[in-house]
């Protein structure tokens, strides 16, 4: 059965950090290709970032480059979303999301003062 448990969420002020983690079980998490969507209220989810099964190649939305970084680890299983410099605008329902079609509950980011 395969699982996808994010974590990491919560509430930022403007120009913080968080850390989201996405625990993958169920399958061969090395096979698969994995990304991050958020979802906005009354919007549909959006790509974030992917990464490759190696994690040698990432691709970023115009709207986090350069202020979020994806990265994985294939031997705990995990891939993570680190996000820097956050605005309000990022505030939403952070998703990861395998290759194959598997999505995750969600956790959610609040960027507020």
Do not use: H
């Not at 994010?6 to 509430?11: A, D, K, M, N, T």
């Amino acid at each position: 059965q395969v699982q996808l448990v994010e974590s990491g969420g919560g509430w930022v002020q403007p120009g913080g950090s968080l850390r989201l983690s996405c625990a993958a079980s169920g399958f061969t998490f090395s096979r698969d290709a994995m990304s991050w969507y958020r979802q906005f209220p009354g919007k549909e989810r959006e790509l974030v970032a992917t990464i490759s099964v190696t994690g040698g190649i990432t691709n970023y939305a115009d709207s986090v480059k350069g202020r979020f970084t994806i990265s994985r680890d294939n031997v705990r299983n995990t891939v993570y979303l680190q996000m820097n410099s956050l605005k309000p605008e990022d505030t939403g329902v952070y998703y990861c999301k395998t290759s194959r079609g598997y999505w995750g509950q969600g956790t959610q980011v609040t960027v507020s003062s």
